[in-house]
């Protein structure tokens, strides 16, 4: 007694290649979604990444700034100007001595404001503290002082210049 096989033709239901088209649709906009979400997340650690050049190249191409009137201020008050791209702060110190710095932490890079009544520069993102006469990082993570400006104060103007 011999059994033959018989192999059939697999067939093709109506709705299964309409699954398969979907299938492949469904993973082709899947792939997609997932290359726009890495993208998403990879530009803003590209940016962290090469700001320090472009700062370094934009804020070199600034080497003085005329601030009209900036001697008026009155003592114990700050000044928050553009220098170059960057945020700076003019300090009329209580004692009648003149600081100017860099307002960018030097941690993460967020603008740091000058607080009188405690005689310092905070970073508020982190908790960061600087010297608000010399620009020295005291406490917290940042790693780095401040830029510091030389001040020369005019009779119409104060002229901030690199030191």
Known sequence: MSTHIVLEEPTIKPGEEADKSTRRAFLVAAGAAGLCYTAALAYPIYRYLASPEEMASSATAVKEVSLKDAQKLP???????????????????????????SAVCTHLGCTVQYE?????????????????????????????????????????????SRA
């Not at 600087?130 to 917290?140: D, F, I, K, R």
């Open 75 to 101: 003592a114990g008050s700050v000044l928050m100007f553009k220098f170059g791209t960057s945020p700076a702060m003019l300090i009329h110190h209580a004692d009648g001595t003149w600081a100017s710095l």
């Open 116 to 160: 009188p009544q405690a005689d310092r520069i905070h970073c508020a993102c982190h908790g960061g503290v600087y010297n608000p006469y010399t620009g020295a990082n005291v406490s917290g993570p940042p790693p780095k002082p401040l830029t510091k400006f030389k001040v020369a104060v005019g009779e119409n103007a104060v002229e901030v």
